[in-house]
């Protein structure tokens, strides 16, 4: 009953989104044709809500996704972590979704994923498996409004999401052969369920496909439930895109916001000379945040 409680506000209000837009652009206009997509691209570190693990995950990755002219398309991703401490397919990501434009200004989605993580992995983000989102833009010619919010879905309860982006693209070329550079800045904000399942997870992990000498430990964060702004972003994504192919470059910089309380209870258990000694300790830290730069490359083929 908690977990219904904790997600169907927002599950209602994606599910309104969608059937109120959806009945505005039955008369839009669809795109031009149905295409296939392929993309090979590479992710310089994974950075999430503006935290990271303290080893890199840097991935290659290869997306084919079916984009039909209606608007309807899916896609599904690989992510292949190419580190010195481990070389393996890390995650991989299956996204259905529905595009739609209801006039020249104003335009939107909604998509459900599901989520295959590695049992090894030490992305901060390993621990969702999948969400449901929405996302609506609204272009005002000087400057374009994008808002996104949804749900996530981890071992823990779900969290909330919601994230805004105010950019102003610069356009050149033409339809056929269109250049693009668009100044961002970013807030994303979220509840921290599955940060504090990942906190939980990540003793018992190294990066490799072994596990660490550990105590016993039980870590909770103060109030994960709560909707807090949880990263500023600045981003300047450019790129190139005609009718067959393309290819983007999107550096980011992101501050990250709002530190974790954490609350860490061990139990160390020692067998010397036959004797079985227990430990119990209590340790209250504050998670430390930084700024982190990422970036983002690939280019894509459309058939």
């Not at 693209?169 to 668009?182: E, H, Q, R, V």
């Not at 067959?244 to 609350?263: C, E, H, M, R, V």
Request: hydrophobic share 35%; charged share 15%; no cysteine.
């Amino acid at each position: 009953m908690h977990l219904l409680k904790s997600i169907y506000k927002p599950l209602l209000i994606n599910l309104f989104l969608f059937v109120v837009l959806r009945g505005y652009t039955q008369n839009s206009d669809s795109a031009t044709r149905s295409y296939f997509k392929t993309q090979l691209g590479y992710l310089s570190n994974s950075i999430y809500n503006g935290r990271k693990d303290s080893l890199a995950t840097p991935y290659i990755t290869t997306s084919i996704g079916y984009f039909n002219k209606k608007g309807f398309y899916i896609n599904t991703t690989v992510y292949y972590l190419s580190a010195s401490y481990a070389s393996r397919i890390d995650n991989t990501d299956v996204e259905l979704g529905y595009s739609f434009t209801i006039n020249k200004k104003l335009s939107g989605s909604v998509s459900t994923n599901k989520t295959f993580y590695n049992t090894n992995s030490i992305a901060v983000n390993s621990d969702i498996k999948g969400s449901i989102n929405s996302d609506i833009t609204y272009d005002a010619s000087i400057l374009t409004l994008e808002v996104s919010d949804g749900i996530l879905f981890s071992s823990a309860l779900p969290d909330y999401y919601f994230t805004g982006n105010l950019s102003h693209p610069f356009n050149w070329g033409t339809d056929d052969a269109l250049w693009s550079i668009t100044p961002s800045l970013i807030a994303n904000l979220s509840t921290r369920n599955s940060f504090e399942s990942y906190l939980k997870f990540r003793q018992t992990k190294n990066g490799k496909a072994k596990r660490q000498v550990i105590d016993i430990q039980e870590i909770q964060l103060n109030n994960p439930k709560k909707l807090q702004l949880l990263s500023y972003e600045i981003a300047i994504p450019f790129n190139f895109e005609s009718k067959k192919w393309g290819f983007f470059i999107t550096p980011t910089y992101s501050l990250a916001q709002n530190a974790a309380s954490i609350t860490t209870t061990s139990t160390v258990i020692r067998v010397i000379n036959g004797v079985r000694t227990i430990q119990h300790t209590t340790q209250k830290t504050t998670e430390t945040i930084g700024n982190n730069f990422y970036a983002e490359l690939g280019i894509f083929i459309k058939l």
